[in-house]
Every structure is written in C-alpha cells, then in structure tokens.
C-alpha cells in the first residue's frame, strides 16, 4: 500500500474519535488518545449515515450498510485528479447535509485530509475560508487542517488549484 500519511511532529492522536462541526457534519480518524493517554483504534459501526475516508485500514467499519466513500490521498501535495476527488467528495457531504444524514469524513488522525474534505464543504455551505478553518481548529483539534499545501489549495479555490496542478502533470 503506498504511503499517504506524513509523520505527525509530536506524535499525539486527538482526544475524541471525532467532533461535529456543524450540525450533522463530523471530522474524526482511525485512531485517538484517551483520557489516560492510551493510543485507541476508531471503529465506525453504523453511528452516520455516510462515511467518507481518505485513509483506510480493514477492520475500522463502518458496517455493511452505511455508505462509505472512500478516495486515498496522501497528507502532502495532490495531484489534479486527487483535488478533483476532494472537490466531489466535498459535494457528496453537502448532498447528504441537506438530506439531514449525519456524515462523518475521517484520515488517519482527523487533521488535514479529512480537514480538508470538510473545510471545502463549509465552504459550500456558506462559511468564509477563515471561518471554516477556525471551526475545524476550534472544534477538533489546533493541529487541523496545518498542512500549508492545503491551505494554499483552499486559498486559491479547488477549481483553479486543480488546474494549476494539472498543468506541472
């Protein structure tokens, strides 16, 4: 399997398998710290109705009939291909939040992947680009959503980020 994580600094997994950051709209991971500092899996059983993972590992659900989107990416640069799964999978949550189904979008951690996924959403939704980072950090964790890379990609907009990478392909 090719790697598409990049090594964390301080090593240390959220305090929560995942957070809401609006109504019906969560951010999690595989994995999470609990409170007496244990390094814990996530399994998702049938808690959301869609499940969008940018990072997989068997054995971490969600059940048979949960929808599950799954598109790998890694935690670094993407390609216009891997940009233009974000932007769909990105729709895909805002389908289902007007449908009131409960979606949760998970990485490895819930920090940038799934930040990112999520932060493209809100945007749809309404949100301002620091609005939405500033729920992201707020709501899940300070580390989310650090990766400068995507940043600059919501900065300039996934249509013209997307572009512009497939240009350097």
Do not use: K
């Not at 620091?130 to 249509?159: I, K, M, W």
């Amino acid at each position: 399997m090719a790697r598409t994580r990049q090594r964390d600094r301080d090593g240390r997994e959220p305090g929560a398998p995942w957070d809401e950051v609006v109504p019906g709209l969560w951010i999690g991971g595989h994995y999470w710290t609990d409170p007496a500092g244990e390094l814990r899996p996530v399994v998702v059983e049938a808690e959301f109705d869609l499940v969008v993972s940018l990072y997989v590992r068997p054995g971490h659900g969600p059940d048979g009939g949960v929808e599950h989107l799954v598109a790998e990416l890694p935690d670094a640069p993407l390609t216009a291909d891997q940009i233009g799964a974000v932007q769909r999978l990105a729709e895909a949550v805002v389908r289902a939040l007007a449908e009131e189904r409960t979606v949760l979008v998970r990485c490895h951690s819930g920090h940038n992947r799934s930040g990112l996924v999520v932060a493209q959403a809100l945007l749809s939704l309404g949100h301002d680009r620091e609005e939405a980072v500033r729920l992201l950090r707020q709501r899940r964790s300070p580390r989310a959503l650090t990766n400068e890379t995507f940043q600059d990609y919501l900065r300039s907009g996934l249509d013209i980020a997307r572009l512009l990478t497939g240009l350097h392909g």
